[in-house]
């Protein structure tokens, strides 16, 4: 088991590369061990962005640690998923100390990419050193004018279009023209959207909207993008295939998967990954899910000819689908919606309007719940908590009594370090 220093105990990891191919000897200690361990509640926990795996175990973690006296009798066990994404170093996390970059930004300016970013980006976009270096010398010594920002919206997708496309939420979605409109504009929007966050966190720290402030959200957005897509691969192609192995190696084990932002995508495609007639998977549940609100959707509403990728993926769990949400998620609230429409809305509005402006049609999980899944319940977090969470189908909890710190710009994204929501997945497990 890894990690000797985590807070509970057994404890085991699975890392998965970009395709979902799993580590043979954890995957291995997994099967041989959970039986062998007593094991009757596994939680596998997956992470959303973050840099490294110090990151992701620093969060299982904190999560995970109250557990054990939530469910004193319960024989749980515990799994964290690694697998390559990233975040940017300026991004806070609520409660998580400080990285050097988040600290040099409030004392003094430094480059716009810290040395711990561009480690980060070189590892998310291999062989593309030389593009990412001319994106960082732009954002540190910004061209005047148009043609720089069209420039560095040409460079942009040059990663973009490096990627395997991988599975849409829904069938309506295709790359997000964020990516191929016009740089300058697009810049503009995030640069009034980023104004906009910063200005409700600080009101009397609002200023003029900084094009080049935009462009540093609109590579942000792009490694957002690539994060989304190879969560639903790893899910599919490398989860959801383990939780079989663990369902032959001890057929008595209930799994109960958790996920944060695009970890939530790659929980969910697990099912997709999952074989015929496992029904190990007794609960998910989502926190702050970065993927669209109508992936499981019977009929997407725009384009009734259309369902989600995940249509009817609930059934393949023994229990609920739990999706928790927060209007303080300003990652999922603003900048979601921007960066995945598909056409030319009026975009005249910034911040907490977005959403609204822009249509329901880009919202995301974590932004307000599964959508267009008939029978969806929708509880606040004290109800779901107090004996009212279904024990099956969608169940949309809003967690925004908890989940409600965090600066620009992703504002409450990040925030699910609570005793409240770790109650929320024994809940939903029905792990008493």
């Known amino acids: 088991m890894a990690d000797p220093g985590m807070s509970v105990t057994p404890y085991w990891e699975l890392t998965f590369d970009a395709d979902g191919d799993v580590d043979p000897p954890e995957r291995d200690r997994l099967t041989a061990q959970v039986a062998e361990q007593g094991v009757r509640d596994l939680i596998v926990f997956s992470h959303g962005w973050n840099n490294d795996r110090s990151g992701a175990t620093a969060l299982y973690r904190r999560f995970f640690a109250p557990l ?87 460079l942009v997708r040059l990663l973009v279009d490096g990627e395997r496309p991988g599975v849409a939420d829904t069938g309506e979605e295709g790359e997000p023209r964020v990516f191929t409109e016009d740089p300058a504009t697009v810049c503009g929007e995030f640069a009034e959207a980023l104004a906009a966050v910063r200005s409700s966190a600080a009101p009397e720290g609002f200023s003029i909207p900084n094009p080049w402030d935009g462009a ?94 995940l249509k009817d993926q609930q059934r393949r769990i023994d229990g609920p689908l739990v999706c928790c949400y927060s209007h303080f998620d300003a990652a999922l609230g603003t900048f979601y919606p921007l960066a995945s ?26 932004h307000d719940g599964v959508q267009a899944v008939p029978g969806t319940a929708r509880l606040d977090l004290a109800a779901a908590l107090g004996g009212g969470l279904p024990s099956a189908g969608c169940v949309n909890v809003d967690a925004a009594s908890v989940v409600c710190h965090g600066g620009p710009p992703s504002g409450a994204h990040s925030d699910i370090v609570h005793p409240e929501l770790a109650r929320l997945v024994l809940a939903a497990g029905r792990v008493t």
């Not at 050193?129 to 994106?135: E, G, M």
């Not at 599919?236 to 939780?243: A, C, F, K, N, R």
């Not at 109960?256 to 998910?284: Q, Y």
């Not at 509005?349 to 919202?363: K, N, R, T």
């Open 68 to 154: 054990p006296a939530l469910a004193p009798r319960a024989r749980l066990g515990y799994v964290g998923v690694i697998w390559p994404s990233m975040r940017f170093s300026d991004e806070p996390i609520p409660d998580f100390p400080k990285s050097p970059a988040a600290l040099a930004a409030e004392t003094a300016p430094g480059p716009a990419l810290d040395k711990d970013t561009r480690r980060a980006l070189l590892e998310t976009f291999p062989g593309r050193a030389p593009v990412l270096d001319q994106l960082a010398r732009m954002l540190d010594e910004p061209p005047g004018g148009t043609q720089g920002l069209t420039e560095f919206g040409r």
């Open 216 to 309: 540093k959200e609109l590579l942000r957005q792009a490694t957002y993008y690539t994060m989304k897509r190879r969560a639903g691969t790893v899910g599919e192609q490398g989860l959801g295939p383990v939780i079989g192995q663990v369902a032959q190696a001890a057929p008595g084990v209930r799994v109960h998967l958790a996920g944060h932002s695009f970890g939530g995508r790659l929980v969910s495609f697990a099912l997709r990954g999952l074989p015929d007639g496992v029904r190990t998977v007794k609960s998910v549940t989502l926190l702050q899910g970065a993927f669209s609100h109508y992936a499981f959707a019977d009929r997407v509403p725009q384009a009734p000819d259309k369902a989600g990728a």
């Open 341 to 366: 429409r598909l056409s030319g809305d009026d975009r005249s509005c910034a911040g907490s309007e977005i959403a609204a402006v822009l249509g329901p049609e880009w919202g995301a999980m974590g």
